[in-house]
């Protein structure tokens, strides 16, 4: 359905996923889940930005504070220039940063247009993203991008350990 193509997100199982990172710590996406709720709001436009390239987006470019037309984030991915807005709320949100992401995107020249929360979208929200050809990425997606990032950093640290295997060998 055309709905399901543009509101990304996936159920929670509440399963508590956690992954070994090269210096021994654990990394556990839940945690690091519920630590976004706290950050303002450009610390979590940074915070996006870092997590979306353990999802292989290239080029990453955070906009400046102000004046950014919509747009917080400017990134690559598979030959698809996104823009992305930003959202870190209490509550659901409503029309206002889809309208802004969707006017955004012809501004920066990109074929792409998302708004990433740590929250959920209202109806009239899903309903204009779906209209207009925004991807809404909520809290749930935000998990399974954090997953994304476990399971890079689990093969960054058995990557790691071979080569150390590799190096005692020798």
Request: proline share 2%; aromatic share 12%.
């Amino acid at each position: 359905s055309k709905q399901a193509a543009h509101y990304t997100s996936v159920s929670n199982r509440n399963t508590v996923r956690s992954y070994k990172k090269v210096d021994g710590e654990e990394f556990i996406p839940q945690h690091e889940l519920c630590m976004i709720d706290y950050m303002d709001g450009r610390d979590f436009e940074f915070w996006c930005a870092e997590l979306i390239t353990y999802s292989g987006f290239t080029n990453v470019l955070v906009t400046p504070s102000s004046n950014d037309q919509g747009v917080d984030i400017v990134a690559w991915y598979k030959n698809e220039k996104y823009a992305i807005q930003c959202k870190r709320f209490a509550s659901k949100l409503g029309n206002t940063p889809i309208q802004e992401v969707y006017t955004g995107k012809t501004f920066y020249s990109c074929s792409k247009a998302v708004v990433m929360t740590n929250n959920y979208f209202t109806r009239g929200a899903v309903q204009l993203a779906r209209s207009s050809d925004v991807y809404l990425w909520d809290r749930n997606k935000i998990l399974q991008l954090l997953n994304k990032k476990g399971e890079y950093l689990y093969r960054q640290t058995k990557q790691l350990k071979k080569e150390q295997a590799i190096h005692r060998i020798e």
